[in-house]
């Protein structure tokens, strides 16, 4: 197997190009990828014009689990039904249990973005 490193082809900006095109393609066609981004950017801007660093850590951390739990289920749900257009038990479980991850993730930034929220309320 070549190292890709070392390979002519390879191009690091290419990659960041396919990179944001794939969170561009999840932003605009997932809803649920779209708001939890809307609803994590204000608290975000707001945690580090009150130059609170450990908080905009924090929600960074947690809006980056949520992400990628969100892209990795959508990805999971895309190729499932892919493979199996047809209703097939195997497939829900798949689709099941990936979207329980999510719901952990979700939950988790929900958690996190409520407590960031009031603690940013009270240092005004």
Not at 54 to 69: N, T
Not at 108 to 118: D, F, G, N, R
Request: one cysteine or more; charged letters at 15%.
């Amino acid at each position: 197997m070549p190292n890709k490193f070392r390979t002519p082809g390879y191009h690091p900006i290419r990659k960041l190009k396919v990179i944001l095109s794939g969170l561009y393609v999840a932003v605009v066609t997932d809803f649920s990828v779209a708001y939890k981004v809307i609803l994590s950017v204000p608290v975000l801007i707001a945690a580090f014009l009150f130059r609170q660093w450990v908080d905009v850590s924090l929600m960074l951390l947690a809006m980056g689990l949520m992400l990628i739990s969100e892209l990795f289920n959508s990805a999971i749900e895309v190729l499932c039904d892919f493979v199996e257009p047809q209703q097939n038990d195997r497939i829900r479980i798949t689709k099941d249990i990936a979207a329980a991850a999510t719901g952990l993730s979700i939950l988790v930034w929900a958690t996190i973005l409520i407590i960031e929220s009031v603690r940013l309320i009270q240092l005004r």
